[in-house]
């Protein structure tokens, strides 16, 4: 992510916001993709030992997964005030010590950071206006299984973003999303070694839960 435009996340993603979605999530749990990503975890009883969270948000899939049996996570966030949120939440919910803050850019911060068991992207890769990059480097950190949502790419999906865009635009909010080709989407993900294990379908998102191919 160009410093331009995580610079733009972190201003769009603001404090208020991060504070009305935790409170959602306090009050009716995991909605939308992570309900999908985390019902088809459970089904493969899928229980990875360690969890990279990139573009976390308020951490809902990690506090989720702790509960669950996961035993460690470290969270990626470029907002700060997400990032705040997501300490707030863990520290209630007794996961402080089990949970890593790394605020910033992933792709900036990947040389730093560790692979993990489960690799998670969760509405991340719209809001990089250079995928593969982002995808690239953060498959490579997956040991096990590898999870990203994004939306599709089909006309209603690209006019609908556009519009938001120029809501944006309009109102002098540098943040954009994009919708990426999904084909090419795909098939980094298979040549990183990994196979579609569940694939779940909305509206607007598609949910892909990977895992790693390995030899006979």
Known sequence: MPSCHCAATDRHFTAARAQAELAQYRQRGPRGTARLILK???DLAAVPRTHLDIGAGVGVLHHEL?????????????SAAY??????????RG?????QFRPGD??????????????????????????????????QKAERYYVLSFPHDRWYVRAHTWWENQQRLRAGNAFRTFVHPVARIEALVRAAGFQ??????????AVLVCGRRYAA
Do not use: K
């Open 95 to 99: 996961h402080a010590g089990r949970v």
């Open 106 to 139: 992933f792709v900036s911060l990947a040389p730093e950071l560790g692979s993990a068991e489960l690799v998670m992207l969760d509405r991340v890769v719209c809001c990089y206006p250079e995928f593969e990059p982002l995808i690239s480097l953060s498959v």
């Open 196 to 205: 579609v294990l569940r694939s779940r379908r909305t509206l607007v998102w």
């Open 83 to 92: 990032v705040a949120a997501a300490e707030q939440e863990s520290a209630r």
């Open 40 to 42: 088809s975890l459970n």
């Open 66 to 78: 702790l509960g669950s049996g996961v035993g460690r996570a470290v969270h990626v966030e470029a």
